[in-house]
């Protein structure tokens, strides 16, 4: 089982809908990073989390510590969301020396 | 500057080849990251130095050999590849070590290896 587990795998929206997107994990963290990542392209760091909602535009983060479970949410879904949403978990103590751990990604497309 | 610069944005080179990946960034960020990704599954992370000395090694064929000649620069020079070393590969910084501070990914250099 790994440390970090995203679901949905893969989601297909119509434009307009509200999508979420989870986030279990099982290791103690510092912080939880939501990351974006359009074909063939660079990472884009969307919020890192510790406790509570952040809000960004169109898309809120959620995380509940004592659950270990974070949600991303999106609404009124638009075609330039279509992208990959990663689930990262920061890690408790230093001398894991910064190292991340990804989930495996959830593929979003938003059709037209 | 909130930039994390990747260059090239392409690579092809061939077995024999010695080419080098170059990132920048000028955030004062005290750690870099370099991580290879392969299509459809998330980074895995191969180097990272914080203070410019290297603090840790996934156990990384030495074909790669990371460089961080200041602060503000890393490189990855890539020697003897082989074609299952195509990827991206991406640089990533931080504030510092530790899961306590936000990362600024670059772009990535997509490296294809004939």
């Known amino acids: 089982k790994n440390e970090v587990e995203q679901s949905p795998q893969n989601l297909t929206a119509q434009e307009g809908e509200f999508i979420t997107i989870n986030c279990s994990y099982s290791?103690?963290?510092?912080?939880l990073h939501w990351l974006q990542q359009h074909p063939g392209g660079g990472i884009v760091s969307l919020f890192m989390?510790?406790?509570g909602k952040k809000k960004h535009g169109r898309l809120i983060a959620t995380i509940n510590i004592q659950e270990k479970h974070s949600s991303l949410h999106i609404t009124a879904s638009h075609p330039r969301d279509s992208a990959v949403y990663i689930c990262?978990?920061?890690?408790?103590?230093?001398?894991?020396?910064?190292?991340?751990?990804f989930g495996q990604g959830t593929e979003l497309s938003v059709k037209p | 500057d909130t930039e994390v610069t990747q260059t090239p944005k392409h690579l092809v080179m061939g077995m024999t080849n010695k080419k080098s990946l170059k990132c920048e960034q000028h955030?004062?960020?005290?750690?870099m990251y370099w991580y290879k990704q392969k299509a459809k599954k998330p980074p895995e992370l191969m180097f990272v130095?914080?203070?410019?000395?290297?603090?840790i090694n996934e156990s990384v064929p030495s074909r790669f050999s990371p460089e961080c000649p200041n602060s503000s620069l890393l490189n990855l020079h890539l020697h003897a590849l082989q074609p299952e070393d195509s990827a991206l590969y991406l640089c990533?910084?931080?504030?510092?070590?530790?899961?306590?501070?936000?990362?600024?990914f670059g772009s990535g250099t997509r490296l294809t290896v004939v």
């Open positions: 990533a910084s931080s504030q510092a070590v530790g899961g306590y501070y936000g990362y600024t």
């Open positions: 290791v103690g963290i510092s912080a």
């Open positions: 989390l510790s406790s």
């Open positions: 990262a978990a920061g890690p408790m103590i230093y001398n894991q020396g910064g190292k991340l751990i």
């Open positions: 955030m004062g960020h005290r750690a």
């Open positions: 130095y914080s203070y410019e000395k290297l603090s």
